[in-house]
């Protein structure tokens, strides 16, 4: 498991890459990703395109993602889950809390 | 620190034992192997310095014979030779030994070397010690575990989870991995069933469990419906569980009465609805966010209905069982569980055969005890004989000379369900207790044909196939969330007598009535499916009036007569 985070140049928007499982494992380093980060941007993508595995404790770390970047009015959107871990998110309707792509 | 010296050369003994004096230490001396051997016994030492060849037994036999017979904590062996060969050098570490130093002996580095063990020595004794602090708090936390899982499980207790109708596995720590499975008999009849799945492990995971399973019990007992009960779950939830903590959750109702079973599906995996009839498994999927997650505002429950008779099965899982893994990682998955179920059809137990196939996939990977699995067949109706035995015999005492009315219009009718405040303000009088259920199931079908039959104007004979039966409900629900005109007036008149009371239920609703005569005299067959005989059977009279805009009937109980 790894987690990198990038800022962009303007400082609009801000990528957090999870390679391998994500897990309670990755919830250091997951929540420094972002709370490191001051002012929180307004666009936030986690970049699951190297994520091979997700359980119900990353959802909860999303959740806490998503209430630290403003709950209902947040914008964030998972990038690049594969079929497993889309019908995780799917079981959980989360569809309802982020953009799934 | 005491040092144990073996030499069998006097001259070369007492020369170190000196030296290791004035370095400070307490040294012992043994004069051969034997003597070695006892010494250490006796003094315990906290290093030995052996002599490779001395008479009797040698220094590797001694270095073997007291690590070996030793229950001491961690000692080092630095042997004292001669020999210099590269393989007798070896031998002293396969000994046992830790270390060696040439003679003759050089101060410098023996001084060196009993130094560095001494450190060595003192890292080892704090190590042993953290270990023992860390196993004394451990032992500590799992009786704080088996302290807490007693009062959990009195409370998050799993009701009627023993009915023959139902099987079920669950670890008997699951309650410290989020894992709750509750059962409750539903007051007219029928079984409601809730198996959740909190996220997380230990006391964290635990928590969610008390709240839920007391509105669980406490909301079906007084017959609230799941809408009601889950709005009230999440509510609470969602600010009790910090953000991050959810619950995943399905919850069923057997109605043994109409054979219908309700079920709403928040984040949990598939359920699985067998037909032992058409041999065919029906799929529940998830339909919301788990609970704990959305605010009480936005929180929407809708339920889904399905035919549910004595040739039907529910089978509930949470994720543990889908995310069993083998020694390859690989998960049982949604597939193996599918086909599972669809070859053990027939089976009068499917959990125990699932279970199974769990068992040989996991093979010798060690089961987490996350596996919570949930088989339910039809339940018998039986009335229940609710606090038959604790049951207060106090005077008349509550409601028992008043008239309780209550008259909802339009879009209260779709958003409000009166069966419970009825049965609540009703039963404050004690002597009602045993009547409870049957008061429920009269009451809850009067109030249901009005708003049914008559607001909706819906046809019970439409629930006579499997097709039409969806179309019902779902003409119902659809009605009731359009519903803005229309009216239901209930009234109940409760008034005492010589032996005990007489209730009168006294229904009006705005619907266009219906054929009374003709429809009594079909032997009411076909009105409102097995509603009118079910009301016959329990009501000591029942009326239809205004040409069925109206019903009348009445409920007589008697303190000598105890229904079973």
């Given amino acids: 498991m790894a987690v990198t985070s990038v800022t962009s140049a303007d400082g609009k928007s801000l990528t957090i890459s999870i390679e391998g499982r994500f897990d309670f494992s990755a919830h250091q380093a997951f929540r420094g990703a972002y709370e490191k980060v001051s002012p929180i941007p307004a666009e936030i993508a986690v970049d699951m395109s190297g994520t091979t595995y997700l359980d119900s404790s990353a959802l909860g770390m999303l959740l806490l993602l998503r209430d630290h970047s403003g709950g209902d009015s947040s914008n964030i959107s998972l990038k690049g889950c594969n079929e497993d871990i889309r019908k995780i998110l799917t079981i959980s309707n989360f569809e309802q809390l982020f953009k799934i792509h | ?564």
């Avoid at chain 2, 101060?107 to 130094?115: G, T, V, W, Y």
């Avoid at chain 2, 799941?226 to 609470?236: A, K, L, Q």
């Avoid at chain 2, 079908?445 to 097709?467: F, I, Q, R, T, W």
């Avoid at chain 2, 016959?536 to 000598?560: F, P």
């Fill in chain 2, 1 to 564: 620190m005491k040092i144990l010296i073996a030499d069998d050369n006097n001259t070369d003994r007492l020369i170190l034992s000196r030296v290791l004096e004035n370095f400070g230490h307490q040294v012992f001396q043994a004069i051969d192997g034997t003597d070695a051997i006892s010494k250490f016994e006796q003094h315990a030492p906290a290093l030995v310095l052996l002599d490779v060849l001395m008479p009797g037994y040698d220094g590797y036999e001694v270095a073997e014979i007291i690590k070996k017979e030793s229950s001491r904590a961690w000692f080092p062996i630095i042997f004292l030779t001669s020999l210099t060969e590269a393989s007798d050098l070896a031998k002293c570490i396969d000994a046992g030994g830790d270390d060696f130093v040439s003679k003759p002996i050089n101060k410098i580095i023996i001084k060196a070397k009993i130094d560095a063990f001494e450190r060595i020595i003192n890292l080892y004794h704090t190590v042993a010690e953290q270990r023992e602090k860390i196993q004394f708090h451990n032992e500590h936390l799992i009786q704080e575990q088996e302290a807490a899982k007693r009062v959990f499980n009195n409370i998050a207790h799993r009701g009627c989870l023993e009915a023959n109708n139902i099987n079920y596995h669950l670890s008997p720590m699951s309650i410290f991995n989020g894992d709750l499975m509750l059962a409750a008999e539903l007051p007219m009849g029928g079984m409601r069933l809730m198996l959740a799945d909190f996220t997380g492990h230990g006391l964290p995971a635990a928590i969610g469990a008390l709240p839920a399973s007391e509105i669980f019990y406490g909301m079906t007992t007084k017959g609230f419906s799941i809408t009601d009960m889950m709005i009230e779950m999440n509510t609470r939830l969602y600010s009790v569980l910090p953000r991050g903590v959810f619950c995943c959750v399905i919850v069923i109702d057997i109605d043994s009465l109409d054979e219908m079973l309700t079920i709403w599906n928040a984040g949990a995996p598939d359920s699985y609805i067998i037909s032992q009839k058409t041999q065919t498994v029906e799929l529940i999927h998830s339909s919301h966010l788990p609970l704990g997650i959305q605010s009480p505002e936005k929180f929407e429950v809708k339920c889904q209905s399905f035919p549910f008779t004595k040739q039907h099965k529910i089978i509930a899982v949470t994720d543990g069982i889908i995310e069993a893994e083998d020694s390859d990682l690989k998960m049982f998955g949604e597939k193996r569980m599918l086909s599972c179920i669809e070859k053990n059809l027939k089976s009068e137990n499917i959990c125990e055969a699932l279970m199974a196939e769990v068992d040989v996939f996991c093979g010798t990977t060690e089961q987490s005890d996350d596996l919570s699995l949930l088989e339910v067949s039809f339940p018998e109706f039986v009335t229940q004989d609710v606090l038959k035995s604790t049951e207060n015999k106090s005077a008349v005492s509550g409601t028992s000379d008043a008239v309780i009315s209550l008259n909802l219009r339009g879009k209260s009718l779709g958003n409000f369900d009166p069966i419970p405040l009825f049965l609540q303000t009703l039963l404050s009088c004690n002597e009602l207790l045993p009547h409870r259920a049957r008061i429920f199931t009269v009451l809850s079908e009067l109030y249901n044909n009005a708003l049914d039959h008559g607001v909706l104007g819906l046809d019970s004979a439409m629930k006579n196939d499997s097709d039409g039966f969806a179309n019902y409900y779902q003409k119902r629900a659809q009605g009731l969330t359009e519903l803005d005109v229309g009216f239901v007036n209930v009234s109940v008149d409760h008034h005492p007598t010589a032996t005990g009371g007489k209730l009168v239920f006294d229904l009006t609703d705005s619907g266009n009535g219906f054929d009374v005569e003709r429809i009594v005299k079909e032997g009411s067959k076909n009105y409102s499916g097995r509603g009118l005989p079910l009301l016959l059977n329990l009501c000591d009279s029942i009326e239809y009036l205004d040409g069925g805009k109206r019903v009348q009937a009445t409920y007589l109980w008697d303190h000598n007569d105890i229904p079973e």
